[in-house]
């Protein structure tokens, strides 16, 4: 997966708790069990003005221009909620966001992040409506600075945020690894355990 070192990017404000895996990618968006094409259907509920449409929604933040490209997506408590489908990562990765702000995260889609190469930044709810209202007050300060190796976001006017996140989501990240990219990191611990074993133990690796 792709590496996650430090990313300045526009950063969109959507302030809304308890946001769903079924709102960021519903179900009838997901065509098939794959990583791609997913990136259309993302928040397609409230992006589009009429179900299964693509017309947009002009007031939908995604849609403003002020917030085109955004890598960044500044969200309310409790984001990632509902079904554990890892499509809502998948689309909010494919579309680009790379990072998602958030007081709370669902333990699954939090999960899910970290393996896919997306990083759950978990800020106290004042610095969440800080940066919110940072951005939608003058869009030239909608973009925003976040770096894992320091565990830190930082806005345009210099006001600083720092956050936590355990080492081994935070080694992964950094590394571009995988769960079994992770595992393999100890391949010579895991062939002599194997080689040691085979000796101790013979009558398990008889075939």
Not at 152 to 172: T, Y
């Amino acid at each position: 997966m792709e590496r996650f070192e430090t990313l300045r990017a526009t950063a969109a404000p959507l302030l809304r708790d308890n946001v769903d895996t079924d709102a960021i990618i519903p179900s009838r968006e997901m065509k098939a069990v794959s990583k791609s094409g997913l990136a259309e259907g993302l928040f397609a509920g409230w992006r589009y003005t009429t179900i299964g449409g693509r017309d947009p929604e002009p007031a939908f933040v995604l849609n403003r221009p002020e917030y085109a490209g955004a890598q960044i997506l500044i969200a309310g408590a409790n984001f990632g909620c509902g079904s554990s489908r890892e499509h809502a990562v998948w689309a909010l990765l494919e579309y680009g966001i790379r990072a998602v702000l958030a007081p709370s995260f669902s333990p699954i889609f939090y999960a899910n992040s970290i393996r896919n190469g997306l990083l759950p930044v978990r800020l106290p709810a004042a610095s969440i409506a800080a940066l919110a209202a940072e951005v939608e007050a003058d869009s030239s300060r909608s973009t925003l600075t976040v770096d894992l190796a320091t565990q830190r976001v930082a806005s345009s006017s210099g006001a600083v945020h720092e956050f936590q996140i355990e080492p081994e989501a935070r080694e992964m990240l950094l590394e571009g690894l995988d769960a079994i990219d992770l595992t393999l990191k100890h391949r010579a611990e895991i062939a002599a355990f194997e080689a040691r074993d085979r000796r101790e133990r013979p009558w398990i690796y008889l075939e």
